[in-house]
Every structure is written in C-alpha cells, then in structure tokens.
C-alpha cells in the first residue's frame, strides 16, 4: 500500500524556533509538491521539485523557508526562525513522471508556533 | 493567472439525497486539468474525480460526477445516493498542462455536512 509518509504529525514549538519537516513520497514518484492549508488562505502551493530539482518555490517567503530534497526518498521543508503566523497543516504530495495529473497527498504536519 | 472560486462555504444534504457543489474558474489556457478532493475530518486529502478539459464527456465516479462546461468555465461536483461518510470539506482544483506543470490552484472549499 504506497503511501506518502510524513513526520511529524504535530509539531508544537515556539517562536524563533527552527522547524524541519519531513516527507517520504510514494518510491517510484519522481515529483514532491509542499502545500500550506491555512483558514485564512486555503491550500497554497510552496514549492515543488521534478527528479530532485527545485522547479517553482515563489509561493515560498524565502527569507525564513527553505525546501530540499537531499535524495529521491526524502523531502524536507524548513523555517527558520518559526513565527506564529507559520502556524498551519503543511501537506507533501508527490506524482509520478507517467501522471503529473494524479497528486498523492501525505497526512499533513499540523504546526503551532506559540 | 488561474483562480478557482467555490461560493457555497457550506452545505448540508440529508442521507440518500443527493448534491452539488460549485466550482467556477478562470484561465486563458485551452489545456488544463480539474479536480475535486475531498478532505474529511481525518485532514487526508483524497481524490475524488478528475476531468481532462479536451474531453467533453462528463467523468463519473460511481456516486460522484461532473458537470464540465468549458465555455462557461464551471466544474460542478454531484453526490448522488449522499453517505455519512461524504461528509468532509470537497475542494476544486485547478492544473494547468504543459511547460513545468503540476501545479494546482484550490478553492477555497466546500463544507459539506451529510445528516442522518
């Protein structure tokens, strides 16, 4: 049962903190997209990688964010430092090279930066 | 730029009837892909019906069809035969083709809430 792992879960922590994210997208998935679902803004695209590059990353506040894939089974969304506004689900999902109109999403990580 | 509008926040539909949500969207691309996920309270995004823009036949998912009108830039979701378990916020979503795709623009979501 393929499925795009993501840890943690929850992740509580408090402003000026850093935040590591992590992903596993499905083996054989060579595209990884990083969404933020908030109240006031809905799903938001961040960034996404095609065969480990970094492709689109505007939606992405690049002075405190930073996304990587060090290897074809590891994606990894940074903030550094965290504020409370970055308070949200942050969800992954990855697609396959033979279907870029099918997205898998992982069970998101819920952030709270007090 | 493509944006997707859902004007319904919430809806509500009695077990066994059925519903429809709303989705309007704008672009000037000819080549584009929709779709429409649901989320229940578990926070897993699913998908649950996608629809090729060149083909004009309605996609169906057992329960679950489109209403696609291209010209009118609408893409509408019906429940048939609602469950207890439809209940979930259903978002429409928008994927332009060609070039780096696979982007996808969301709406703001429906919430749907199906009563016993």
């Known amino acids: 049962d393929a499925r795009v792992t993501q840890t943690p879960r929850h992740k509580v922590t408090e402003m000026g903190q850093e935040v590591t994210m992590r992903c596993q997208p499905i083996?054989?998935?060579?595209?990884v997209f990083w969404y933020r679902q908030t109240m006031m803004q809905g799903l938001e695209l961040l960034a996404y990688?095609?065969?480990?590059?970094?492709?689109?990353d505007s939606g992405m506040p690049k002075d405190r964010f930073s996304a990587e894939m060090p290897d074809a089974t590891l994606a990894t969304l940074k903030i550094q430092p965290s504020e409370p506004r970055d308070s949200a689900v942050y969800f992954c999902a990855s697609g396959a090279a033979s279907s870029y109109n099918e997205q898998f999403f992982g069970p998101g990580t819920r952030l709270t930066v007090l | 730029a493509q944006t997707v509008t859902q004007s319904q926040p919430e809806m509500s539909v009695q077990e066994a009837e059925t519903v429809t949500l709303s989705c309007t969207y704008d672009?000037?691309?000819?080549?584009?892909?929709l779709f429409w996920y649901k989320q229940p309270p578990s926070r897993q995004m699913i998908l649950v019906i996608r629809?090729?823009?060149?083909?004009?036949q309605n996609a169906t998912e057992n329960r679950f069809s489109v209403n696609f009108q291209k010209a009118a830039k609408s893409f509408s979701l019906k429940i048939s035969d609602s469950q207890l378990g439809d209940t979930a916020m259903y978002f429409c979503?928008?994927?332009?083709?060609?070039?780096?795709?696979?982007?996808?623009?969301f709406g703001q979501g429906t919430t749907l809430q199906v009563k016993p």
């Open positions: 629809q090729e823009a060149y083909k004009q």
């Open positions: 672009t000037s691309e000819n080549n584009y892909y």
């Open positions: 979503a928008f994927m332009k083709l060609g070039g780096n795709t696979g982007k996808l623009i």
């Open positions: 990688f095609r065969n480990r590059a970094p492709l689109d």
């Open positions: 083996l054989g998935h060579n595209t």
